[in-house]
């Protein structure tokens, strides 16, 4: 493995880049889609249930459906990133909206009450108090959001470009398991780094959950 | 939008070999031991950590461990150690049915009432009682839901069978797909999204009938 990995440096490379880019550019497009969604799912009940319906739904459809039907509905190239980019968002917001609605939701009305009776408006009263509130429960999704997206990435292969899901395909063509073994073991390290790093952003920018 | 492969009466025939019917039943046969393999893997390992407390940072970790690990990798994997056959998909699909099913049994075990499990033991039942008369009943909405997330994903990995020549719903896709054929392509994504929600549908309705009714309020 260590020699597959010295010989083939540069391929791997590219791949791992390429893998990073797909995965978590939806990650962030994702993040900024439900934000507001999810926001709405809570401030109209009504739209709460469809909205999760739809999500459900979605999230069922399977990725290398989504990754050969896009290029369809979109006019995009079969070969294009942005349909990968499309599908892994579809996903992370089926997942994260959910996520958002439920830890808004699950703010004490108290709270709330409080705020309100502190005189502040609604979007600060988002901003300033429901939001921190919800992080717990949103970078939680988050967390799955990213590792899920950074082990789909590959099912991308099949069509032609999916980061390290590429060595997959050529090791399985080859016959040839060395590169499927780096596909493997970096796409998991990849995985656990962007886990731990939401991790530790989430001790930070939460200190007050600690002391409880 | 073309669903013309969808609708072909031609491809819905029943004993037509790659035909839709008879790819929904190798798709379904797939998924079916799959979970059969993640439950008798799973669940008494997740049952034995929530009802002992050992080890339980095994089930907490399983899950995201599971997550991070891709299918397609393992899959590819497992054929080139082991060549091609229904052997190396079920393993790999077994391994992403594990953890949802694993975590969630503990998580079922761990959150119910303690002071239900002490009663039992009051009453003078044996752990072996307890855990089957009282604790696995109270963890069942739970693992249901476990075990429901596990059928979603498997219905729709299985279609990465495909991609390493076995059947499945997979097969209007990568087949479709070599061929140019996107409205076959599509007949297989509407298809397997249809039987997501079916599959899931069918597994709310065996959770109401085996959940006991004094827990339906909670």
Do not use: C
């Not at chain 1, 990073?20 to 993040?31: C, E, R």
């Not at chain 1, 899901?165 to 090791?171: A, H, I, V």
């Amino acid at each position: 493995m260590i020699q597959y990995l010295r010989n083939n440096s540069e391929i791997v490379w590219l791949a791992l880049q390429e893998h990073l880019y797909l995965a978590l550019l939806p990650v962030l497009l994702g993040f900024a889609i439900s934000l507001p969604l999810g926001y709405l799912a809570v401030r109209f009940p009504r739209l709460y249930h469809p909205l999760i319906n739809t999500f459900g739904v979605l999230y069922s459809i399977p990725s290398l459906a989504l990754f050969v039907f896009l290029p369809v509905l979109l006019g995009t190239k079969v070969l294009s990133p942005v349909n990968i980019v499309v599908a892994l968002t579809i996903y992370t917001v089926a997942l994260l909206a959910r996520t958002v609605a439920d830890g808004l939701r699950a703010v004490d009305p108290v709270v709330i009450q409080a705020a309100t009776a502190m005189g502040y408006r609604r979007l600060r009263r988002l901003t300033a108090v429901e939001l921190p509130i919800a992080l717990p429960v949103i970078l939680a999704g988050l967390r799955v959001a990213t590792v899920s997206n950074i082990s789909l990435v590959s099912v991308g292969s099949l069509i032609g470009i999916g980061g390290l899901g590429q060595l997959f395909t050529r090791g399985f063509q080859l016959f040839y398991i060395e590169p499927i073994l780096v596909g493997i073991i970096l796409s998991v390290l990849l995985a656990g780094l962007a886990d731990l790093i939401i991790v530790l952003v989430q001790r930070a920018i939460t200190p007050w959950t600690r002391a409880a | 939008m073309n669903l013309s492969y969808l609708t072909d009466p031609a491809h819905w025939d029943l004993s037509a070999p790659g035909g839709i019917p008879q790819l929904i039943l190798s798709h379904l046969g797939y998924t079916a031991l799959a979970l059969l393999l993640g439950v008798i893997i799973a669940l008494p390992v997740g049952l034995y950590i929530g009802h002992t407390g050992k080890g339980s940072f095994i089930a907490i970790n399983a899950g995201n461990a599971g997550r991070s690990l891709p299918t397609l990798g393992l899959l590819m994997l497992m054929v080139t150690l082991l060549g091609l056959g229904l052997l190396p998909v079920l393993i790999a699909l077994t391994v992403l049915v594990i953890p949802p099913i694993l975590t969630s049994a503990y998580a079922g075990m761990r959150t119910l009432d303690h002071r239900v499990v002490d009663a039992a033991r009051g009453m003078g039942m044996r752990s072996w009682q307890v855990l089957t008369r009282v604790e696995l009943p109270m963890a069942l909405p739970v693992l249901m839901s476990g075990f429901r997330n596990a059928a979603l994903q498997v219905v729709a990995t299985a279609t990465v069978a495909a991609a390493v020549g076995l059947g499945g719903l997979g097969r209007l896709l990568i087949d479709g797909l070599a061929v140019n054929d996107y409205s076959r392509v599509l007949a297989g994504a509407v298809v397997v999204a249809g039987l997501a929600v079916l599959v899931d549908l069918f597994l709310a309705l065996i959770q109401r009938w085996i959940v006991s009714p004094g827990l339906k309020g909670s």
